[in-house]
């Protein structure tokens, strides 16, 4: 009798922290390494055979990789490209193209979510309560700014909190032209400027389901009570990622308690509708404040958010909600392998073999029946 093979999976990840060490915001991606490492493991433990690749700048490399292995699915963990983030939808693009299903939110939601200002406006039309703000893309734009202060000034193309210090959130016209011009000089991209809003900073993850429901998870949130008073409430990238700050001692994660039934409804609802909005698939998180009238303002949304285990904020909201780490990993990758690509598309038009000499119709050479054009676009962030 032949023996029944396990499923073939691979967990794709980003390599562009090698060689960072000179900088710290991209340094901080090496974590997904550890992360592969360990989805590989539970994986393998548990019915598959798995392996990991790790993708540097070359993407086609990485492609054809694939295609020798061929995978009954990819998990993915690939969050940029060369360090940039913009390309985080690129390897989703390509598995589509090579029909191969994989775990997360699909490219259109992942190049969404990259344009902040764009997820707002979104959300906005939908009714869902996010802050005012305005994109930044020049100095001459501030003069057109209607925000009341304070407000803070992020990065418009990043996650993680890069481009997020204490300098953010800033209270006069001077402090804000600074900040602005900080983030155009050193990020070469737009700064979004938002209101700031004062409250509780509550974190919801929601994981998808085989019946196509959402499970929301018990609501997490920052623990502002250790953070000196000269500093802002907010997660920066200290708080995020440098162990021995100041600010990564007053950002401690807690359960969110004290919400009314009919508070933590509205949270939970706002957040399962910004997630649909967005478009997102199988996990994510949404970061929410919630103002002293009982507002929650969408803040950020979070697709493919960190998976790590111990240290993430996701898998610490699941294990209170009764799945374990292990639990998020194999329902993640059964949701994927769930997922099928039509294997009858339909194809480019054909021209017959043979050409038409009658006068009853033409027909052109193979090949030359469609035009593709070739558009380019912007390349990686300036070094």
Known sequence: MKERTRPRIVVLYNRDFEGAEEDPENKAREDVKEIADHIIRILSANGYEASGLGVTSDVAGAVNELRACKPAAVFNLCESIHGDNRFE??????????????????????????????????????????????????????????????????????????????????TDQAALDARVRHVLDHYHQPALVEEYIEGREIYVSLLGQVDGDLQVFPFFEIDFSAMPPDRPKIVSFEGKWVEDSVEYKGTRPVRCEGLSSELRDKVAQTALNAFRCIGLRDYGRMDIRLSADGTPYVIDVNPNCD?????????????????????????????ALARRFDETPIPLAESPSEP????????????????????????????
């Open 89 to 170: 939808s690129l390897l989703p693009l390509l598995l589509e193209l090579e029909r191969i299903p994989y775990t997360g939110s699909e490219p259109f939601a992942l190049s969404l979510a990259l344009r902040k200002e764009k997820v707002k406006e979104i959300l906005r039309a939908r009714c869902v309560p996010v802050p005012q703000g305005s994109l930044v893309s020049a100095e001459s734009d501030l003069p057109a700014l209607a925000l009341r202060f304070p407000v803070i000034v992020k990065p418009a193309r990043e996650d993680a909190s890069v481009g997020i210090t204490r300098a953010s959130v800033v």
């Open 307 to 335: 998976l790590s285990d111990l240290a993430g904020g996701f898998s610490r909201a699941a294990k209170t909600g009764g799945l374990s780490y292990k639990d998020v990993i194999l329902r993640l990758m059964s949701l």
């Open 356 to 383: 038409d000499l009658e006068g009853e119709g033409e027909s052109l050479p193979s090949g030359r029946g469609f035009a593709r054009a070739g558009v380019r676009r912007g390349g990686a962030r300036s070094p």
